[in-house]
Structure formats: structure tokens, C-alpha cells
């Protein structure tokens, strides 16, 4: 069961213990919740021994990111706005020299920008390269999909974490990375940063 949906069963259960309409009460505090629930925050707070730990981190603001020649993109002071989930951003990045690690993990700054409601899933194709190699992308990771609240100018973080198998290793001397977005959610939000966590 998602975290999101266990958090309103269980404030659900205490509304009724409570005497008030649990269905009521439930729904007030799912909304203030962080919508997007990063897995790795959840295994951390589960068993924080397994919580993977990253020392340090790169930028990169949405206005350095290729944005593909179909999808809806323009450019704002604050970021890029991205409305529907058609189109996808990207960038190439060289493997930082200290990184000694086996995974990362990308975060992403965003502002939601209409009232549309709904779900919002980001997902990420890594690709490992290098000098000689080819081009072929194998598959996907995504943060775990959450609701979008219903209001505008809300600003939210997602995260993911990306491991060793689907065309990424961290051997490679250069590192691609493809963004899109899924989900019932096909408003617009404004994606301000990407985040490259090692």
C-alpha cells in the first residue's frame, strides 16, 4: 500500500475512534501532505540503517536542460514551463571525479501552475557513455506517483534513485539522463531544478 494512501487509512481509523466523520477529517490532512512520496524517505523511515546517504550534490536549473522539439516548453524567469506530458528534458553531465558510489539520486524543484488536479509521476532514462560507445537507451525509473494539489503557485520536490541496470553503470565517463512526466495530471507546472544527488 502506498505511504500516502496508508497515512490517510490510518487518520481515517483515528477521526472514527474520535467520534467525527472519519472520511471528512481524512481528506483535510492528505492535502497538506508532501503528494509525491520519494521511496527512499520511505525505506528511511522504516529502517534508517538501509537509508542510502548521499554527500554531495549538483544543480542544474531548468533553463540548462534540453527540451525536445515536440511537447509544450517556454522559458520563465523562475524556470521552464511544461504543460501536458507530451515532450521530454535532458542532460549530459561528466561523471564527477570523487563519486565512488554505486547510485544517485535526482531530485526535482517545480511549481505546479494551474488548478487542474490530479496524479504526476516524473520518470528518468539514464544512460551510461563514453568515447566509442553507442546510443541505446534500455528503460526508465519514476518517482512514486502522488496527487497534485488543486491549487497553483504550490511549489513541490520529487525524487528518485537511480541504480546500476537499464543502460547506466557508474563506470561510464558521461552520464545522460531523460526526463519526462506521466500521470492523469496534464496541467501545467514550471520545473525550476534538477538536482544530481552521489
Known amino acids: 500500500?502506498?505511504?500516502?494512501?496508508?497515512?490517510?487509512?490510518?487518520?481515517?481509523?483515528?477521526?472514527?475512534?474520535?467520534?467525527?466523520?472519519?472520511?471528512?477529517?481524512?481528506?483535510?490532512?492528505?492535502?497538506?501532505?508532501?503528494?509525491?512520496?520519494?521511496?527512499?524517505?520511505?525505506?528511511?523511515?522504516?529502517?534508517?540503517?538501509?537509508?542510502?546517504?548521499?554527500?554531495?550534490?549538483?544543480?542544474?536549473?531548468?533553463?540548462?536542460?534540453?527540451?525536445?522539439?515536440?511537447?509544450t516548453f517556454s522559458v520563465h524567469t523562475r524556470g521552464v514551463n511544461?504543460?501536458?506530458?507530451?515532450?521530454?528534458?535532458?542532460?549530459?553531465?561528466?561523471?564527477p571525479a570523487g563519486f565512488k558510489g554505486n547510485r544517485l539520486r535526482l531530485r526535482f524543484f517545480y511549481e505546479i501552475t494551474d488548478d487542474s488536479g490530479g496524479d504526476l509521476q516524473w520518470l528518468v532514462t539514464a544512460v551510461s557513455l563514453k568515447h566509442g560507445s553507442g546510443f541505446e537507451t534500455y528503460g526508465s525509473v519514476g518517482t512514486a506517483s502522488g496527487p497534485v494539489p488543486e491549487s497553483p503557485t504550490i511549489l513541490q520536490e520529487s525524487s528518485l534513485i537511480v541504480s546500476p541496470g537499464q543502460g547506466w553503470t557508474p563506470a561510464g565517463d558521461w552520464w545522460y539522463f531523460e526526463i519526462g512526466r506521466q500521470g492523469s495530471f496534464q496541467g501545467g507546472l514550471r520545473l525550476m531544478s534538477v538536482a544530481v544527488e552521489y
Request: hydrophobic letters at 45%.
Open 82 to 95: 511544461w504543460n501536458g506530458n507530451n515532450g521530454a528534458m535532458s542532460f549530459t553531465m561528466r561523471r
Open 1 to 71: 500500500m502506498p505511504l500516502r494512501h496508508l497515512l490517510v487509512v490510518l487518520w481515517a481509523v483515528a477521526a472514527s475512534c474520535a467520534g467525527t466523520s472519519a472520511w471528512a477529517q481524512a481528506e483535510a490532512p492528505a492535502r497538506q501532505l508532501n503528494p509525491v512520496v520519494d521511496p527512499a524517505t520511505a525505506l528511511c523511515l522504516r529502517t534508517p540503517a538501509k537509508c542510502p546517504s548521499f554527500k554531495n550534490t549538483l544543480s542544474f536549473p531548468a533553463h540548462a536542460l534540453s527540451r525536445s522539439s515536440f511537447g
